[in-house]
């Protein structure tokens, strides 16, 4: 059910303030200087794709494929070829890839330990001791039903041989193929906090020029105000985890929400219209505050007697929908900035959630109106 609306008046309750304003703007200035940390994509040292995973085992299973169709059509030709030996061959290239695959997995602590032109002769040595025992063992089947009168040690050493250039080549492909996807999560990570870090500046200093109004007249406004705006800050220069609870960014709202209020007075409303959303729901770190910022420039802020920001979330199944309705003025309208927020938002959104993800507005009379929908579900590259 949703929540009834309710129109904010007063700035944060006790329970969402931090311990003191100085306090948090020592702590701000400190991460500043001294966090640097650099990008983060989760599998920068990883030689391999993450085989137990199920990373690459489709590529893994084309490879068999081809190999097992160019050693038959080698063997044979095209006129004797056979569907009954293709489906033993097949199954022993399958099987030996497959557990290859796991114990490179397996290994893979270590691999990324070394240097690694190191870890790739010794992932081609682990891959040959596999197909040599795989070959023996099939042979050794063979004996025991008895289609085959003795193990022959030299038809395994000819399928090492015969497997070190496609072993080369697949190990190869592999290794470029995990180095692409790392280079593509570090651009998609890059672009992520490239956007996060576009909070407009004449946002902070509107801000500051009403803390140092209200420094004499309302001293105890200012601390909130500064508090409000140390936190805020703190989430967009100190890399917040790009994936934060949504009830985190409505915090983080309101505390914004309140600063604009010490600028606009009554000219500001602001009615939350929240439905029952979940706890598993995350959003990238400051979406939703940039699509409030827009309502205040472009809606509230050029009408002369101000106006009310609704805001309206709602969860349908497996997706969450929200829309950001303020009035506007359509002789004043600044187009561009609204453009460049819609654009901002919606990398962020499909950056993490994948194409699927919408963002899009729309202007209804003398009202605007951004929708945002979004999965559950984070998309995986």
């Known amino acids: ?15 969402t303030r931090r311990p003191g304003a100085l306090e948090l703007m020592v702590d701000w200035k400190k991460q500043l200087l001294t ?42 030709g095209l006129t004797g070829f056979d569907w009954t030996l293709f489906s033993l061959v097949f199954l022993l290239v399958v099987g030996v890839a497959l557990t290859s695959a796991l114990v490179l997995s397996l290994c893979e602590p270590f691999l990324r330990s ?19 025992m795989s070959v023996l063992l099939a042979q050794q089947a063979l004996v025991f039903a008895m289609l085959k009168d003795r193990v022959d040690l030299g038809v395994a050493l000819d399928m090492v041989v015969l497997a070190v250039i496609p072993v080369g080549v697949s190990l190869r492909y592999f290794s470029v193929k995990q180095k692409m996807y790392v280079e593509k999560n570090a651009a998609r990570e890059a672009g992520i ?11 902070l200093y509107n801000a500051l020029n009403v803390i140092a109004s ?28 790009s994936l ?53 420039y472009h809606g509230i802020q050029l009408l002369h007697g101000g106006g009310k920001i609704e805001v309206r979330i709602r969860r ?21 900035g609204h453009k460049m927020a819609i654009k901002n938002v919606r990398y962020r959104l499909r950056a ?8 899009g507005s729309k202007v209804t009379g003398s009202h605007y109106t951004t929708h945002i929908s979004f999965p559950v579900k984070v998309y995986k590259l």
Not at 193 to 203: E, G, K, T, Y
Not at 265 to 291: A, C, M
Not at 352 to 359: L, Q
Request: proline letters at 6%; one cysteine or more.
């Open 35 to 76: 966090e640097k940390k650099p990008l983060q994509t989760g599998e920068e040292g990883n030689f391999l794709p993450d085989f137990y995973r199920g990373q690459g085992l489709g590529d893994l299973l084309l490879f068999s494929f081809a190999l097992t169709v160019t050693i038959l059509l080698a063997k044979t």
């Open 114 to 132: 070394t240097h690694q032109i190191r870890s790739a002769i010794l992932a081609i040595v682990i891959v040959m001791i596999i197909v040599a």
């Open 193 to 203: 906090q490239a956007h996060q870090a576009s909070i407009r500046p004449h946002f």
């Open 1 to 15: 059910m949703l929540a009834t609306g309710v129109i904010i008046t007063e700035s944060l309750s006790e329970e």
């Open 214 to 241: 209200l420094i004499v007249s309302d001293p105890e406004k200012a601390e909130r105000a500064v508090e409000d705006l140390s936190e805020l800050f703190r989430d967009v220069m100190t890399g917040s985890p």
């Open 352 to 359: 993490h959630f994948g194409p699927s993800a919408r963002v």
């Open 244 to 296: 934060i609870p949504l009830r985190e960014e409505l915090s983080l709202c309101r505390r914004y929400i309140a600063l604009e209020k010490l600028r606009l007075g009554g000219r500001l409303e602001i009615e939350w219209q929240i439905g029952d959303y979940g706890e598993d729901v995350k959003i990238p770190s400051l979406t939703l505050q940039p699509v409030l910022e827009n309502a205040v």
């Open 316 to 336: 349908t199944g497996d997706w969450v929908h929200i829309d950001v309705q303020n009035p506007r003025n359509p002789r004043l309208q600044h187009n561009k």
